[in-house]
T-cell receptor
Framework: EAGVTQFPSHSVIEKGQTVTLRCDPISGHDNLYWYRRVMGKEIKFLLH????????ESGMPNNRFLAERTGGTYSTLKVQPAELEDSGVYFCASSISGTRGEQFFGPGTRLTVL | GENVEQHPSTLSVQEGDSAVIKCTYS??????FPWYKQELGKRPQLIID?????GEKKDQRIAVTLNKTAKHFSLHITETQPEDSAVYFCAATLGGSQGNLIFGKGTKLSVKP
């Protein structure tokens, strides 16, 4: 069974540009989460989808971040315009229906904003 | 806001020794506590978890203990091996959320052969 996949693995952009990260969860997983780890700090929750609906987006830093999950399958996280402090590793995770199941993480996208 | 404190930030042990990593959480409603291991360049992987109705759980060389009163949980690795070297993250669910996790800052464990 394929695990959670993320694309791209790395992205280097200039401040002010736009970047879109993609996450493909494990097939059949209704729950999809986005997390971010800034260098040397903890992994921080950004938002949670249940199917195509945003269940909780309390962790989104500001309105420069937009997440979507079309049809309840893959998800995208767009940063527009990117700022220096957006640099970090963005992880996606998915879990089966219901609450508090094991979350399977993707390999992450390392975003560097110059 | 709610948080999870993790100590130590780095830990170096000799092969065969035990390693203990400790975490405290602030949200008394948290009821699920997973531990993730992240090897260099790889994704975080769940190694063990515990729910609030259990005080201890063991899986081969790995064990986790939970003290809900003190809001404290720990990871114990016995007979450490070089392949245990990695960054370990503890986490706790955010209150009544459907799985949203609050993570500690991680512990870099080095096991010297």
């Amino acid at each position: 069974e394929a695990g959670v996949t993320q694309f791209p693995s790395h992205s280097v952009i200039e401040k002010g540009q736009t970047v879109t990260l993609r996450c493909d969860p494990i097939s059949g997983h209704d729950n999809l989460y986005w997390y971010r780890r800034v260098m040397g700090k903890e992994i921080k929750f950004l938002l949670h989808f249940v199917k195509e609906s945003k269940q909780d987006e309390s962790g989104m830093p500001n309105n420069r971040f937009l997440a979507e999950r079309t049809g309840g399958t893959y998800s995208t996280l767009k940063v527009q315009p990117a700022e220096l402090e957006d640099s970090g590793v963005y992880f996606c995770a998915s879990s089966i229906s219901g609450t508090r199941g094991e979350q399977f993480f993707g390999p992450g996208t390392r975003l560097t904003v110059l | 806001g709610e948080n999870v404190e993790q100590h130590p930030s780095t830990l170096s042990v000799q092969e065969g020794d035990s390693a203990v990593i400790k975490c405290t959480y602030s949200d008394s409603a948290s009821n699920y506590f997973p531990w993730y291991k992240q090897e260099l360049g790889k994704r975080p992987q769940l190694i063990i978890d515990i729910r609030s109705n259990v005080g201890e759980k063991k899986d081969q060389r790995i064990a986790v203990t939970l003290n809900k009163t003190a809001k404290h949980f720990s990871l114990h690795i016995t007979e450490t091996q070089p392949e245990d070297s990695a960054v370990y993250f503890c986490a706790a669910t955010l209150g009544g959320s459907q799985g949203n996790l609050i993570f500690g800052k991680g512990t870099k464990l080095s096991v010297k052969p």
